[in-house]
């Protein structure tokens, strides 16, 4: 089957721009993640939806920081206005209701 | 919330030695324990995980144990090859219902095998 496809892969801005990341899950997955990937550092998990409704957002900067998750399948995670600690890869996961999570290649957000 | 812990951060070895990377956690409802393997420009893969009923499984040349008691758990490789080389990172969760899926991740163990 196929995997968690990820676009861009690659994206430079200057802050206070604005930038779209898109995640397609693996078919049949009803759960979707968008981790945040600093260097040197675990993923941590930014938002969780449960088909097309948020299970958690609580570590979501929402003041620039918004995600949806269009029909229960694909998800867009956007920032605005960039800051230059946003500089990360983004990493979006998939999952079964109650089993393991996929990850998707990321895309690796420069700001500067 | 849940904090994991996870040592070493850089691990060395030669080829065909065994390595070991342990990880503590502070959640003792987390039953859910996956290791990760994130290559260079790639996302984590899932190498082997565990749920709390279980002790030890084995895959391979991998093998994961869990000690609830003392609430950690460990990666063990053997026979390490160099395409094992790659940064490692356990997880856990509390594996049941809504935002208890969540995973929370350690800083991650870069593992180099030499030749």
């Known amino acids: 089957e196929a995997g968690v496809a990820q676009s861009p892969r690659y994206k430079i801005i200057e802050k206070r721009q604005s930038v779209a990341f898109w995640c397609n899950p693996i078919s049949g997955h009803a759960t979707l993640y968008w981790y945040q990937q600093i260097l040197g550092q675990g993923p941590k998990l930014l938002i969780q939806f449960q088909n097309n409704g948020v299970v958690d957002d609580s570590q979501l900067p929402k003041d620039r920081f918004s995600a949806e998750r269009l029909k229960g399948v694909d998800s867009t995670l956007k920032i605005q206005p960039a800051k230059l600690e946003d500089s990360a890869v983004y990493l979006c996961?998939?999952?079964?209701?109650?089993?393991?999570?996929?990850f998707g290649p990321g895309t690796r957000l420069t700001v500067t | 919330g849940e904090n994991v812990e996870q040592h070493p951060s850089t691990l060395s070895v030669q080829e065909g030695d065994s390595a070991v990377i342990k990880c503590t956690y502070s959640d003792s409802a987390s039953n859910y324990f996956p290791w990760y393997k994130q290559e260079l420009g790639k996302g984590p893969q899932l190498i082997i995980d565990?749920?709390?009923?279980?002790g030890e499984k084995k895959d391979q040349r991998i093998a994961v144990t869990l000690n609830k008691t003392a609430k950690h758990f460990s990666l063990h490789i053997t026979e390490t090859q160099p395409e094992d080389s790659a940064v490692y990172f356990c997880a856990a969760s509390k594996g049941s219902g809504g935002s208890n899926y969540k995973l929370t991740f350690g800083k991650g163990t870069l593992l180099t095998v030499n030749p």
């Open positions: 996961a998939s999952s079964r209701l109650d089993r393991e999570q996929y």
């Open positions: 565990i749920r709390s009923n279980v």
